[in-house]
Every structure is written in C-alpha cells, then in structure tokens.
C-alpha cells in the first residue's frame, strides 16, 4: 500500500531510482548502502556474481539528474562514504513528507553497525 503511494507521488524517473535504493536498503534491513550512479544503472553482482539487482533502464545522465533532486527533496538521505568522500551512501528518508499519515517502524542493522537502530515515525494526516 505505501509503495503505490509512493509510486503516485513521485514521476516515474523518481520511482525507479527510489525503489532502487529501497531495495538495496530496506530489502535487506538496513538504513544506509554505498550505491553508484553505476549500480543503478547496470546493477550489481555479488561476491559468487549472482545478481543483487539488475539495475533500472535508464541512462546515467538521467540518473545524475533526478538523484539529487530525490535528495533536494528530502525523500532520499545522502552522506559521504570513503576515506576521501569521493562515493555516496544513500538511504530512504522515513520522515520524508511521502510517509506522511503512516505509522512505521523499522529496525535496521549496517554491517558496520552491531547495535541495531529503530526509527519510529509518527506522523498523523492532516
């Protein structure tokens, strides 16, 4: 249900690129994932090169576009990852205005992270 109010919300260049990063996170229970402009676009194996996800069918340009418009605004989460910050890590915003009249209630873990971390959102319609 949310994820059709999600899709409504946002234009279908959004969509993608959102549903990509939710399934690169929350998929896998956690809060933030250093994704490249490159693993939304062509996808990404892992370690046995099996496919994680298969990327979404759009061109990088586009993606450089719509990406930090997702985070101007505030649906998107993104901070610096790497020795020299020259890579992103990106997360889904809970308290973004897209969730808002819903109850969530989500426990995530980064490997980086032992101690898991819940974020609760209470937000009610208006």
């Not at 690129?17 to 194996?45: C, P």
């Not at 308290?95 to 426990?107: K, M, P, Q, R, V």
């Amino acid at each position: 249900m949310i994820e059709r109010h999600v899709q409504a919300s946002l234009k279908p260049s959004e969509y993608a690129i959102y549903a990509f990063i939710a399934d690169r996170t929350l998929r896998f229970g956690k809060q933030w994932e250093r994704i490249t402009v490159s693993n939304i676009v062509n996808g990404q194996k892992d370690s046995n090169n099996r496919w994680i996800h298969r990327g979404i069918n759009m061109e990088e340009r586009q993606v450089y576009r719509v990406l930090p418009a997702l985070v101007n605004n505030g649906h998107v989460l993104k901070r610096a990852w790497g020795q020299y910050g020259n890579a992103n890590a990106y997360a889904i915003n809970l308290e973004s205005d897209l969730f808002a009249g819903y109850t969530n209630s989500i426990t995530m873990q980064n490997a980086d992270d032992p101690d898991p971390q819940t974020i609760d959102s209470d937000e009610d319609a208006e």
